[in-house]
Structures are given as C-alpha cells and as structure tokens.
C-alpha cells in the first residue's frame, strides 16, 4: 500500500461532504441523517460530522451549522 493510498479519501467520505454542503434546510438533512441510518456500516451522521471536522475536510462554520441543525432539530 503506497502513502497516496493512505491519504486519499473515500468516495463515499466525499460523497457526504457534497451532500452536506447541498443541505439547504433541517428537513434535508434529517432525511441525510435518516438514510445513513438504514445503513448499520456507517456511523451516526453527528459523529461523521465530527470526525470530518476533526480531519479538517469540512470548514469549522459548515460544521458548526449542521451541527446546531442536528441538536436543536429546527425548534427555533
């Protein structure tokens, strides 16, 4: 296994990034967070949002956004 190999991201990594920057509203993304949950493979969306952010793929903004979106559930 080369290095390349090592640092290259997922397909299925980008995939979720391009869908969660394409969020416009809560209702989009808990119908995101809906569909990643019928897969048992992947991990709960707020976790995948925090490891992106972690991993610096995804901007502090976009993930403070979809995060508030995620935990206040749109009640404001």
Not at 13 to 20: F, G, M, N, R, Y
Not at 28 to 37: F, V
Not at 58 to 73: P, Q, T, V
């Amino acid at each position: 296994m080369t290095s390349t190999q090592l640092t290259k991201p997922q397909p299925a990594e980008d995939t979720l990034i391009d869908a969660l920057r394409g969020c416009r509203n809560v209702n989009e993304l808990k119908a995101l967070e809906q569909r990643l949950a019928t897969n048992t493979d992947s991990p709960p969306l707020f976790t995948w949002i925090c490891d992106l952010l972690v991993a610096r793929r995804i901007s502090r903004g976009l993930a403070a956004r979809l995060l508030f979106e995620l935990h206040d559930g749109g009640s404001t």
